[in-house]
Nanobody, 127 residues
């Protein structure tokens, strides 16, 4: 059974940084698709960043250059480093996973591509 547990959310001032973590259990680290999503109040769920099994990454245009996704195989952990945070980044952030043997030159940011989801961690950017 695949389980994902996020942590690292909190309250931060505009311009600040946070690093989200997601411990992933039960997933083969040879064949995977991992992503971060967010949902702000009153808005649709949005794909933020994704990483494929060979290390390819993709980012939403709204976060490109500010956010960075990475994985640590030894710790079975997915990270999202968020810099220069803005009030519009305020949302519940979720990690998601899918077992996949496909190669993704541009990992997808559509929620339908992912089967397994964490419970979320809240990020609030406010002065």
């Amino acid at each position: 059974e695949v389980q994902l547990v996020e942590s690292g959310g909190g309250l931060v001032q505009p311009g600040g940084s946070l690093r989200l973590s997601c411990v992933v259990e039960g997933l083969s680290y040879s064949h995977f698709l991992l992503g971060w999503f967010r949902r702000a109040p009153g808005k649709e769920r949005e794909g933020v960043a994704a990483v494929g099994g060979l290390g390819s990454t993709s980012y939403a245009s709204s976060v490109k250059g500010r956010f960075s996704i990475s994985t640590t195989f030894a710790k079975n952990t997915l990270y999202l480093q968020m810099n220069n945070l803005k009030p519009e980044d305020t949302a519940m952030y979720y990690c998601a996973a899918q077992e996949s043997f496909a190669y993704y030159p541009v990992p997808p940011l559509g929620a339908d591509e992912y089967k397994y989801w964490g419970q979320g961690t809240q990020v609030t950017v406010s002065a």
